[in-house]
């Protein structure tokens, strides 16, 4: 499927940190009844889940935040506030683990049945990460990016 509009790689940063302002579009997005329905059941799960754990947030009030019409840099901000400040080096463990998810790891096995299911198989996914931009028409980014 192309890339909806409105909703960002999961590459793309807000502040120090990948995934996150995915995560806030999904939440705009389906507040006004914008995204899809195959993306609605990773509401508050999945990597969001992920996300709101290592942030320290409850997804509820996240969400409650996001949609509050804050930016994302304020809305991070209360994030740090409000559940765990994160420094530097957090950020960059957290984007690691983030860009590698699905790389032989536990998860490994589950994403490779995504993808062959996608019909992905042959596509070079790795991580979900991958599965994601695959799905969404993006290039895979570089190793060194």
Known sequence: MPALPGLRSPYAKVGPLLYVGRMFDKIRLHHRGELPEEFQASLGAGLDRRACGFLGVDYE???????????????????????????????????????????????????????????????????????IEVDEDRPLPSEHE
């Open 61 to 131: 009030e996240l969400k409650t935040k996001v949609l509050s019409g804050a930016g994302d840099e304020e809305v991070l901000a209360w994030c740090f506030a409000t559940g765990r400040s994160r420094d530097a080096h957090d950020c960059a463990v957290w984007n690691a683990f983030m860009r590698k998810l699905g790389w032989r790891d536990h998860r490994t096995a589950f994403l490779q049945e995504r993808a062959a299911a996608y019909g992905y198989a042959d596509r070079g996914v790795e991580t979900f990460f991958d599965l």
